[in-house]
């Protein structure tokens, strides 16, 4: 059973920075998509940034430049750090979790519809 847990979200002032943090369990699979989503009220889930298994990472173009997704694979965590925060980063967010075929295991899908395993969310609050 896959098991995805999300922490260190929180309220920070923007242009602060905050690093969330997903510990996942249960995944076995050697060729797989890791991804942060986020979803603010009345907005559709929004693919933030993707690690394929070879850690090819790509972001949306509103965090370019300002977040980083990497992953520990010793300690089976994915991470985000988010710098430079602006109050429209608010929201909730999302670890995600995709198996992928040794086909497709260069690039990741950015449809949250293509991501069977999530976690419960960590909410991020930035005030202006």
């Known amino acids: 059973q896959v098991q995805l847990v999300e922490s260190g979200g929180g309220s920070v002032q923007s242009g602060g920075s905050l690093r969330l943090s997903c510990a996942v369990s249960?995944?076995?699979?050697?060729?797989?998509?890791m991804a942060w989503f986020r979803q603010s009220p009345g907005k559709e889930r929004e693919g933030v940034a993707h690690i394929t298994t070879y850690g090819i990472t790509t972001y949306v173009e509103s965090v370019k430049g300002r977040f980083t997704i990497s992953q520990d694979k010793a300690k089976n965590t994915l991470d985000l750090q988010m710098n430079s925060l602006k109050p429209e980063d608010t929201a909730m967010y999302y670890c995600?979790?995709?198996?992928?075929?040794?086909?497709?295991?260069?690039?990741?899908?950015?449809?949250?519809?293509?991501?069977?395993?999530w976690g419960q969310g960590t909410q991020v609050t930035v005030s202006s």
């Open positions: 249960g995944y076995t699979d050697s060729k797989y998509c």
């Open positions: 995600a979790a995709e198996k992928r075929s040794y086909r497709s295991a260069g690039w990741c899908p950015t449809d949250p519809a293509d991501y069977h395993y």
